[in-house]
């Protein structure tokens, strides 16, 4: 079963760190694109930030909010995502979905972590 | 970055009838580039149309996509109960960002 299970999510004060991490199972980890994208309460989605396999050299994209605060990392050998968010606001706070990104869609999705900054 | 504007904000429709939901982009795009996406309360998206009009695995074939441009539209025809939900379009162009339409949410009359 093709599968994304996020974990790391919680409560933070604004202007602290978290790490969340997604670890996939059931498809080609290494040579799959993968992001993640978030939605606060009751809101729309917004994507956040992608990372290209290793072909492309782990290429990184973000969207401008939030542009030199997050880090987006992988390690192939864990099958396991990473988003390193850093000197967070209270606009973070939102559930955070790690997807499989496949020729332009986001073709799988995990439950989702929710981050709280208050 | 393209600006996806989707309308209605809310459609209130009753089963079995036939639900058109429009995305509009700020500029064109490419139609391998738009997507739509379904999401129930409480779960995840889930991946319903690409491509403008390619349905994904699984999905019902009552769920078409079309449009070119800057205009597209998702129909959903005979509408189930479990079609109730919130609809998002995205574009996924060959540079970020990628973005999303703000969701029509469809809901029983």
């Known amino acids: 079963e093709v599968q994304l299970v996020e974990s790391g999510g919680g409560l933070v004060k604004p202007g602290g760190s978290l790490r969340l991490s997604c670890t996939a199972s059931g498809f080609d980890f290494r040579n799959s694109y993968v992001d993640w994208v978030r939605q606060a309460s009751g809101k729309g989605l917004e994507w956040v930030a992608r990372i290209k396999h290793h072909y492309f050299g782990e290429a990184r994209d973000y969207a401008a909010p939030v542009k030199g605060r997050f880090i987006v990392s992988r390690d192939d050998s864990k099958n396991t995502l990473y988003l390193q968010l850093n000197s967070l606001k209270t606009e973070d706070t939102g559930i955070y979905y790690c997807v499989k990104d496949y020729f332009e869609r986001f073709d799988v999705w995990g439950h989702g972590t929710t981050v709280t900054v208050s | 970055e393209i600006v996806l504007t989707q309308f209605p904000g809310t459609l209130s429709l009753s089963p079995g009838e036939r639900a058109t939901l429009s995305c509009t982009a700020s500029?064109?795009?490419?139609?391998?580039?738009l997507v739509w996406y379904q999401q129930k309360p409480g779960q995840a998206p889930r991946l319903l149309i690409y491509?403008?009009?390619r349905r994904a695995t699984g999905v019902a074939d009552r769920f078409s996509g079309s449009g070119s441009g800057t205009d597209f539209t998702l129909t959903i025809n005979r509408l189930e109960p479990e079609d109730f939900a919130v609809y998002y379009c995205?574009?996924?162009?060959?540079?970020?960002?990628?973005?999303f339409g703000q969701g029509t949410r469809l809901e029983i009359k």
């Open positions: 995205q574009h996924y162009g060959s540079s970020p960002p990628i973005t």
């Open positions: 500029q064109g795009v490419t139609t391998n580039s």
């Open positions: 491509g403008t009009s």
